[in-house]
């Protein structure tokens, strides 16, 4: 008789592999670049052992601070505009109008573009098309590429980032709008509650997890901006564009300092989880508030 698994050993088959490939290729990776942090490691060859040196050339570095700067700024601006413009889209699709399902499916068209694509894309809008509008228009701004000046190259970016990250956003608060009951809207139109006040009082606060959600992802995603600016910028004009991503890989990978950029990786791991802790424990203490 055919001898059949149990339900352990079936479990144990199935994580087992799924485990191994984790530890393989996110664990040990990440433990490597802990220990690197702490060399003078170039990529290649020979190195040794420095201590604490990165991480104390870090904080005096003005270029990481600068980097940090725009990140951080980047991020804070990029998901405000994606939160605000998707909840609006939200309410538009959830309430009954014609072609809502299209339309639910032709805005989720950005986010299953590669990020890199989409950059190149908009690369080429900015640079030529947007600068030929301009002059046809006779602007001054729009004349010239916002990608070549300093002041304006990072609202481009946050233009991209927001539009490819506007879909998933979108259809999160559409799940979260369908699971308000009806009875709910019955009972404040019996109270007088109508547009501003009832998304206020009575929808915002029932998809209160689902707006922590979407915050958490956006800022997770947009301080981890890389594929964007590789496409677009490559960290300019003068160094203006430069998130700590970019960074990281073009001075870790490129520029021969593999040890110091992994301590910088190690300060920005550090940080993001920091961010991500501090969110949910806010979105957490409103929600019971609630």
């Given at each position: 008789?055919?001898?059949?698994?149990?339900?352990?050993?079936?479990?144990?088959?199935?994580?087992i592999?799924?485990?191994?490939?984790?530890?393989?290729?996110?664990?040990?990776?990440?433990?490597?670049?802990v220990?690197?942090?702490?060399?003078?490691?170039?990529?290649?060859g020979?190195?040794?052992?420095v201590g604490?040196?990165?991480?104390?050339?870090?904080?005096?570095?003005?270029?990481?601070?600068?980097?940090?700067?725009?990140?951080?700024k980047?991020?804070?601006?990029a998901?405000?505009?994606t939160?605000?413009?998707?909840?609006?889209?939200?309410?538009?699709?959830n309430?009954?109008?014609?072609?809502?399902?299209?339309?639910?499916?032709?805005?989720?068209?950005?986010?299953?573009?590669?990020?890199?694509?989409?950059?190149?894309?908009?690369q080429?809008?900015?640079?030529y098309i947007?600068?030929?509008?301009?002059?046809?228009?006779?602007?001054?701004?729009?004349?010239?590429?916002?990608?070549?000046?300093?002041?304006?190259?990072?609202?481009?970016?946050?233009?991209?980032?927001?539009?490819?990250?506007?879909?998933?956003?979108?259809?999160?608060?559409?799940?979260?709008?369908?699971?308000?009951?009806?009875?709910?809207?019955?009972?404040?139109?019996?109270?007088?509650?109508t547009?501003?006040?009832?998304?206020?009082?009575?929808?915002?606060?029932?998809?209160?997890?689902?707006?922590?959600?979407?915050?958490?992802?956006?800022?997770?995603?947009?301080?981890?901006?890389?594929?964007?600016?590789?496409?677009?910028?490559q960290?300019?004009?003068?160094?203006?564009?430069?998130s700590?991503?970019?960074l990281?890989?073009?001075?870790?990978m490129?520029?021969?300092?593999?040890?110091?950029?992994?301590?910088?990786?190690?300060?920005?791991?550090i940080?993001?989880?920091?961010?991500?802790?501090?969110?949910?424990s806010?979105?957490?203490?409103?929600?019971?508030?609630?």
């Amino acid at each position: 008789m055919k001898k059949t698994l149990t339900a352990k050993q079936t479990y144990m088959l199935i994580t087992i592999p799924i485990l191994a490939l984790f530890v393989c290729f996110n664990t040990v990776p990440l433990i490597r670049g802990v220990i690197y942090s702490f060399t003078n490691f170039k990529g290649f060859g020979d190195y040794d052992w420095v201590g604490f040196r990165n991480y104390i050339d870090l904080f005096t570095d003005p270029r990481i601070g600068n980097s940090y700067l725009f990140t951080i700024k980047l991020a804070i601006v990029a998901t405000i505009v994606t939160n605000v413009i998707s909840l609006i889209l939200a309410l538009g699709l959830n309430s009954k109008i014609k072609g809502k399902t299209f339309l639910r499916a032709a805005y989720f068209v950005p986010n299953v573009l590669g990020a890199l694509v989409v950059g190149y894309i908009f690369q080429y809008i900015f640079t030529y098309i947007l600068p030929e509008l301009g002059k046809m228009i006779g602007s001054e701004t729009f004349s010239t590429s916002m990608l070549s000046n300093e002041n304006t190259a990072w609202i481009a970016i946050v233009v991209v980032c927001a539009w490819q990250n506007i879909a998933m956003n979108t259809i999160i608060y559409i799940s979260g709008l369908q699971t308000v009951p009806e009875d709910v809207y019955e009972a404040g139109d019996l109270d007088g509650a109508t547009g501003w006040k009832k998304f206020r009082y009575l929808t915002f606060p029932l998809i209160i997890p689902f707006f922590t959600i979407n915050m958490v992802l956006c800022v997770k995603n947009f301080l981890m901006v890389f594929d964007q600016i590789m496409a677009m910028t490559q960290g300019g004009p003068a160094q203006s564009t430069e998130s700590i991503s970019y960074l990281i890989y073009n001075n870790g990978m490129k520029g021969g300092s593999f040890g110091y950029q992994s301590a910088n990786a190690v300060v920005f791991f550090i940080v993001i989880v920091v961010i991500s802790v501090a969110q949910m424990s806010i979105s957490n203490k409103k929600e019971e508030q609630l």
